[in-house]
């Protein structure tokens, strides 16, 4: 079979070829993938509008659904296609299970099934694939979900990169339960489950890109058995999201805009670990902004916020959580810091792309 | 950010040289995404023995799972990949919406909820993109389901081609319904809904590679509806499963060794569109072995076979269903051809590949 046109004797994707080029703006850039406002962006413009429902439009971590009176769906799903595969702390597979588990654990249910599609690049060495599998494997016990539906491609060398893995997940939650973006209340405890910036900077370094030797692991994990222990201890969660692709900023806005609320934290209460911080400081880069896979930002009810504080420091994964902020009424949709120095930040979503193919 | 190292610098994937590469029969190849001998081969080998449980292992288009007692789910994924992007008939897009209802409509469930995970190349036209998403939107519609969760990532140019789509897919059944590819029995009638062939040599024809303007549409379509309506006819329904890649003997192969019977067909009684045989003889291909995607394989107890083709046939897409074969004792695990001259012929499974990137 004759292979395909090299890609730069194409211009459309269709096989045609197109004699006038689409202006760039009419094209997809790495910053569609971001987490941040081009993504959102993209989504608004080209998403939602054909495929517009009331479960998608609401734009949370999983959809929920009803499928018979008494049982409550939440349904996610995840692509990924982070490079390296492996990585300090993880690799693809992990990555795999976590994401989409946390996805579902962030919208009060308990993940149970996933699913597991594979685009494996043609040459990828079985052996490679044996190894992100098993590790799939173990994150999907850890996290007491079963992988029970599976799908295989291959593309051509050169198409992809290694292999992507796409996970979808079902969990079930009580019907009626109702914890998502859209629940902030002015007064509401803000709580972050510990350091942020962990795996972005983890993938940067097996990149080799840090120029440094600096031992930072990625904090991916499954972080549903210390949502449902909090969810045990307090009944006054509100919001529930995983700062992962843009970070805790953008998560922070997302929560904002959903909720029409203002949130306000405090720039020394975010912790950072030093390496973290040191890579960031020479990179240029913004702690707030680089992903995280095994945090949760917690919106809870004032009353409760101790409560939740010391069900997350009982876990393993929740060890350093730590009080970060308050929801307040004012400004609507935005995001402030208070920096060390008394002063407020505004922080805006992220815009762009800052470290592409980091999940 | 600097690049990643070209392809050729590196050996593993994981950013590491390997100084002795692996023999090439440790390495995926174009094949073992073909649906044939070779996927199930790496299937078994790689993704069973560590993701093993009873719902994966019952090697169906969909998991079963019972998330309360009275709710049966199907669970299904399916990551599209074809190329190239549109075809007379179709597009990626409405592919990845049938692709997956099928599934679930081949496990006897009522396709419900679907996820959309985007995997996007730099420098994809919107349009482009737009057009496939609208054209999701109106598969979705025309099946009944609705896309309750989506993600999208992006890599950069040359690490995809254009986009590849993954639906995951949840329908709802009758708690206790077992229609699967292990419940057919000596004696059951083998319906086939229509003519074979016609995705994969649309595709093809795309890609230009027939050498001739033959005017062959996809079939791709949504059959949920036919599903139900057959379902609705007859109880005594044993098997449903749609023959997409490795074609018509691929699937009936696969039902006579989780069956462990045998499946006699006539190959006067399968229909071929004159322009897909003409098209297989030219390129040499049995169309026995290319890809449908709007056609089901129905295995039923002789007693209703009537009332299946009836029903069948007053859909639009069952109009040329046709009774092929029977379900036979022996040879278990075997599938035979009565050919036109009246001897059998063996129809394995396929070996290898023969259309890479048909779906």
């Known amino acids: 079979m004759a292979e395909r046109e090299k890609p730069e004797e194409r211009v459309t994707?269709?096989?045609?070829?197109?004699p006038v080029?689409?202006?760039?703006?009419?094209?997809?850039?790495?910053?569609?993938?971001s987490g941040g406002k081009?993504?959102?962006?993209l989504i608004a413009r080209s998403f939602l509008p054909p495929l517009d429902n009331p479960v998608l439009r609401a734009g949370?971590?999983?959809?929920?659904?009803?499928?018979?009176?008494?049982?409550?769906?939440?349904?996610?799903?995840?692509?990924?296609?982070?490079?390296?595969?492996?990585?300090?702390?993880?690799?693809?597979?992990?990555?795999?299970?976590?994401?989409?588990?946390?996805?579902?654990?962030?919208m009060g249910a308990t993940p149970r099934y996933l699913t597991a599609g594979f685009i494996l690049e043609e040459g990828l060495e079985l052996e490679v694939l044996e190894r992100v599998v098993a590790s799939m494997q173990a994150a999907a016990e850890e996290a007491g979900?079963?992988?029970?539906?599976?799908?295989?491609?291959?593309?051509?060398?050169?198409?992809a990169d290694g292999l992507y893995i796409n996970t979808a997940g079902v969990g079930t939650q009580t019907p009626g339960m109702a914890i998502n973006g859209a629940q902030a209340q002015p007064g509401d405890a803000v709580i972050l489950t510990g350091t942020i910036g962990d795996h972005g900077i983890a993938v940067l370094s097996a990149r080799g890109e840090l120029g440094i030797q600096a031992q930072i692991e990625s904090d991916v994990a499954p972080l549903n058995h210390m949502v449902a222990a909090m969810l045990e201890a307090s009944e006054q969660i509100h919001v529930l999201r995983d700062p992962t692709r843009g970070g805790l900023a953008s998560t922070?806005?997302?929560?904002?805009?959903?909720s029409q609320v203002g949130i306000v934290v405090q720039e020394d209460a975010i912790p950072v670990a030093a390496a973290v911080?040191?890579?960031?400081?020479?990179?240029?880069?913004?702690?707030?902004?680089?992903a995280n896979e095994g945090k949760m930002v917690v919106i809870v009810a004032p009353q409760d916020a101790n409560k939740v504080l010391e069900a997350l420091r009982a876990d393993?994964?929740?060890?350093?959580?730590?009080?970060?902020?308050?929801?307040?009424?004012?400004?609507?949709?935005?995001?402030?810091?208070?920096?060390?120095i008394g002063s407020h930040r505004v922080l805006d979503v992220l815009s762009g792309e800052l470290l592409p193919r980091i999940c």
């Open 252 to 258: 922070l806005n997302e929560i904002a805009k959903q």
């Open 316 to 340: 393993r994964y929740g060890e350093g959580a730590v009080l970060i902020g308050e929801v307040v009424e004012e400004p609507k949709g935005r995001v402030l810091m208070k920096t060390v």
């Open 13 to 18: 994707m269709e096989g045609a070829v197109c």
């Open 21 to 33: 080029p689409l202006p760039h703006s009419e094209r997809i850039v790495l910053g569609h993938g």
């Open 38 to 41: 081009l993504m959102h962006d």
């Open 60 to 106: 949370n971590d999983a959809g929920v659904v009803l499928p018979t009176p008494d049982t409550q769906l939440a349904i996610s799903t995840d692509s990924h296609v982070v490079w390296p595969l492996f990585f300090p702390g993880g690799d693809i597979g992990r990555l795999a299970i976590c994401g989409t588990v946390n996805d579902l654990a962030a």
């Open 277 to 290: 911080q040191s890579a960031c400081e020479l990179l240029g880069f913004d702690p707030l902004y680089v």
């Open 145 to 159: 979900v079963e992988v029970v539906a599976g799908d295989t491609k291959v593309v051509q060398r050169g198409k």
